[in-house]
């Protein structure tokens, strides 16, 4: 099987040409083989880029643990480098249909190669039951929860997958992430499991954030957690909505705009690492 590895400020993972390539029998075993950082080719997931009857193209993404995601910012990112870079699109605007919904990217290209991309993900889902949480009401912004014995004031938000948001004082660097998270991923609020991004807020358009995504552990960088995050710190009074809130992450930058009507925008890079080929049975072999 063909792949390219291409990583998101960081978020890597590898990509497969379904147009070109055969889909794998068993996405989920291929996910978690290639992930490995040790014994596979090192990544947050596998994604695979398809045909759409809907959209210019389909991707489909899983986690490195193997359970499949619904939608992945700097993953979409990718895969619109991906289709441009490749001839699967002509045009610099492009749909890319996912499980939650059809994202329209608009990609900024050098030299007949796409270096950057923002994102239209839609309208921020703020509504619990829709995110889902396990409580009522029309939102759940700076809400107590009780983890390990701390209360935490957390806002929730879904971006096609839900995330919690926590504002912190403390550097986000300095907190045991590798305890704390899986703690919050699996908590009996979340029916889903959560990503939890631990965010500090340096201005009013300025977030430090490290993420926790389910199913893969802490990641350089989280697109979809960054626009929850954004939208968060609106909701909580920290910036305001219409203006850009920069999101600085482990593996760099990500610029979000929680527009008036709902809907968030997000830009940042994409960036080719390399290509490959790698043998199918022999990992079926190993695993």
């Known amino acids: 099987m063909k792949f390219t590895k291409m990583h998101g400020i960081g978020n890597d993972y590898v990509y497969v040409n379904c147009f070109e390539e055969t889909l794998p029998a068993d996405p989920q075993a291929v996910a978690v083989a290639v992930s490995d950082r040790r014994y596979g080719i090192g990544a947050d997931g596998l994604i695979l880029i398809l045909p759409s009857d809907k959209a210019d193209c389909r991707m489909q993404m899983f986690n490195a643990d193997g359970s499949e995601g619904m939608m992945c910012g700097n993953g979409i990112r990718c895969v619109g480098k991906y289709a441009y870079d490749h001839g699967i699109v002509h045009s610099p605007a492009l749909s890319v249909e996912t499980k939650s919904g059809i994202k329209y990217i608009t990609l900024q290209t050098e030299n007949g190669k796409a270096v950057s991309a923002q994102v ?11 995110i889902p949480v396990l409580a009522d009401g029309e939102n759940f912004v700076k809400q107590p929860l009780d983890v390990n014995g701390q209360t935490y004031a957390v806002t929730c938000v879904s971006m096609g997958n839900p995330h919690c948001v926590v504002f912190t004082e403390q550097d986000p660097m300095q907190i045991a992430l590798e305890t704390i998270g899986p703690q919050f991923e699996h908590h009996h609020l979340f029916p889903e499991r959560i990503n939890t991004e631990f ?39 920290y910036c305001r909505q219409g203006e850009e809130i920069t999101v600085k992450l482990r593996g760099g930058d990500l610029q979000i705009v929680w527009k008036p009507d709902g809907t968030v925008l997000m830009t940042g890079t994409a960036t080719h690492v390399f290509d490959g080929e790698i043998d199918l049975s022999r990992i079926k072999n190993e695993m």
């Open 120 to 130: 239209d993900m839609g309208k921020a889902i703020l509504r619990p039951q829709d």
């Open 199 to 237: 965010v500090r807020v340096l201005d009013d358009h300025t977030l430090s954030m490290r993420v926790w995504e389910r199913g893969s552990g802490e990641t350089l960088a989280c697109g979809t957690g960054a626009c929850a995050a954004a939208v968060a710190a609106v909701l909580n009074g």
